[in-house]
């Protein structure tokens, strides 16, 4: 991935996992964005080690992943933070 499209998956990403976590979650949007960068990237990476393979199409299998690692990342943050979900 080139930096432009890790930056636009993380926010992709970032924003849908925040949507399918449960309440409100009292991060910032920057915040919302690392998180979906990285959850996309280690998203990503977890599918590589699964053995999905890239296809011509949109790669669902690697973006529910994406989504899921960094909502992961969204509960651990507000976790180690103090910011709980509302």
Avoid: E
């Avoid at 970032?14 to 309440?23: I, Q, T």
């Amino acid at each position: 991935m080139s930096i432009i499209g890790s930056i636009i998956a993380g926010i992709v990403v970032g924003v849908l996992a925040r949507l399918v976590l449960p309440g409100k979650q009292n991060i910032s949007v920057i915040i919302t964005i690392v998180l979906g960068i990285v959850g996309a990237l280690l998203g990503w990476w977890l599918a590589g080690l699964l053995g999905v393979a890239a296809t011509d199409g949109v790669d669902w299998i690697r973006w529910l992943i994406s989504i899921v690692v960094a909502a992961i990342l969204i509960v651990v943050y507000g976790a180690v933070t103090g910011k709980k979900q509302v």
